[in-house]
C-alpha cells in the first residue's frame, strides 16, 4: 500500500496539504473556484491564466488567490 | 413648426459633450464606486440609477470557506460597465503594484485607479510613494488614474509621472464634506493637460455640481451615494447634479455683483 504524497502550502494565509501532481488550476478547483474568474499570485509572482492548468502545486509554494470586489 | 425647431436645436446645443481618458470616451462624467452596499443588488441599482459608465472595484482574497458566494461580476456586468480597479489599503508602491498586476491578470484591466495612502487615520495620499508607483505603472503598460492630494504641483507631478488622469480629493475619503479647497482644484484643471476629477469627499449633490463647476471632467464617488438613506434615489441625483454642474460650467456662470440689478426692464413701468 503505497501513500498519496501530499504538498504543503500556503492559501490566502492558511495551511492547506494537496496531492503532489495537482496543478494550480486543480487546486483552484478543489477550493470550488473558477479559475476563470481569479487571479493567482504564486510566491509574490503571479500566473498567467493560460498556464494555469500547466503549472504543479509545489512543496512549500504560497498561494494568493484575488478576485474582484466592491470598493470605492 | 417655429417652437419645435428651437427645441431640437436646444438640445443638440446641451447634448454634445464627452470626456475621454487614455483614448476611451465616455458620456458619464460620474464614476461611482461599489464598496459598502447593503446587497449586490442594491448596488446595481444604484449604478444603473447613477448612469456611470465606470465603476470602481478592489481585489481581495477570494473567501475560500465560501466559494459559491454570489461575486459583484453576477450583478454589474463588466461587458457593460468598465471595471477600474484601485488599490485601496495599499500603503508603499510596491503593494500597489501587485494589486494591480492581480487585477491585470483577474480580468485584463489596464486602466486602473491608484491610490497609495499615507495613514489609517486620514486616509490621506502618500504623494512620494504615489508619484513613484504612477512612473513604474505606466512603465509596465498601465493607464493610471491617479487619487492625489488638491495640490497644483502634486497633480503636475503625477502627470509628469504619466498619469492619464488627476484625481485630487474634494475632502477626505467617506468624509461627505463636499470641496474644501475650490481654489486648488480650479488651479489643477486649469493646469491639466490629461482630465481632471475629484475623487473623494462629495457628501450630497451639491457637492457634486460645485466641483463639476470649477471645470473638472469628472467626479469619482463612493459613500455619498451609499451611505445615503435611499442609495437609489441619492445615484439619480448625483447623476442630474453632474450634469448640471458640467452645463453650468459650459455656459460660463454670470459675473456677480455686490448690489442687486433688476431683471425686470425699467422701462414701461405704469
Known amino acids: 500500500m503505497s501513500e498519496i504524497e501530499t504538498h504543503s502550502i500556503s492559501v490566502n494565509g492558511e495551511h492547506r496539504r494537496v496531492d503532489a501532481g495537482t496543478t494550480i488550476a486543480g487546486l483552484v478547483q478543489e477550493l470550488g473556484l473558477d479559475p476563470g474568474r481569479v487571479a493567482v499570485e504564486r510566491n509574490l509572482e503571479v500566473v498567467p491564466r493560460s498556464s494555469l492548468a500547466e503549472v504543479q502545486v509545489e512543496d512549500g509554494d504560497d498561494y494568493e488567490i484575488v478576485y474582484v470586489v466592491g470598493g470605492g | ?270
Open chain 2, 1 to 270: 413648426m417655429l417652437s419645435e425647431e428651437v427645441e431640437v436645436n436646444a438640445q443638440g446645443h446641451i447634448s454634445v459633450d464627452s470626456w475621454t481618458v487614455a483614448g476611451r470616451t465616455f458620456t458619464s462624467r460620474l464614476i461611482v464606486g461599489t464598496g459598502k452596499y447593503k446587497s449586490l443588488q442594491e448596488n446595481a441599482a444604484t449604478v444603473a440609477a447613477s448612469g456611470a459608465e465606470i465603476v470602481t472595484v478592489a481585489v481581495r482574497r477570494v473567501n475560500v470557506s465560501d466559494p459559491k458566494a454570489p461575486m459583484l461580476t453576477d450583478y454589474i456586468d463588466p461587458q457593460k460597465v468598465l471595471y477600474l480597479p484601485n488599490t485601496a489599503g495599499c500603503f508603499t508602491a510596491e503593494e500597489a503594484i501587485r494589486t494591480l498586476r492581480l487585477a491585470r491578470e483577474a480580468g485584463g484591466w489596464k486602466l486602473i485607479k491608484l491610490e497609495v495612502l499615507a495613514e489609517a487615520k486620514t486616509l490621506y495620499p502618500d504623494m512620494f510613494e504615489t508619484v513613484r508607483a504612477t512612473e513604474l505603472l505606466s512603465k509596465e503598460g498601465f493607464e493610471v488614474m491617479v487619487y492625489c492630494t488638491d495640490d497644483p504641483i502634486m497633480a503636475k507631478r503625477c502627470e509628469d509621472a504619466g498619469a492619464v488622469a488627476v484625481m485630487p480629493l474634494g475632502a477626505p475619503i467617506g468624509s461627505g464634506l463636499g470641496v474644501q479647497n475650490p481654489v486648488t482644484i480650479r488651479l489643477i484643471v486649469e493646469g491639466a493637460k490629461v482630465p481632471v476629477l475629484v475623487d473623494a469627499g462629495v457628501g450630497t449633490a451639491s457637492d457634486a455640481a460645485a466641483a463639476m463647476e470649477l471645470g473638472c471632467d469628472g467626479v469619482l464617488m463612493n459613500t455619498a451615494i451609499a451611505e445615503a438613506k435611499d442609495p437609489v434615489l441619492m445615484a439619480g441625483a448625483m447623476k442630474a447634479a453632474v450634469e448640471g454642474g458640467r452645463l453650468a460650467y459650459r455656459a460660463g456662470r454670470m459675473a456677480k455683483r455686490r448690489y442687486a440689478d433688476p431683471s425686470s426692464p425699467l422701462a414701461g413701468l405704469i
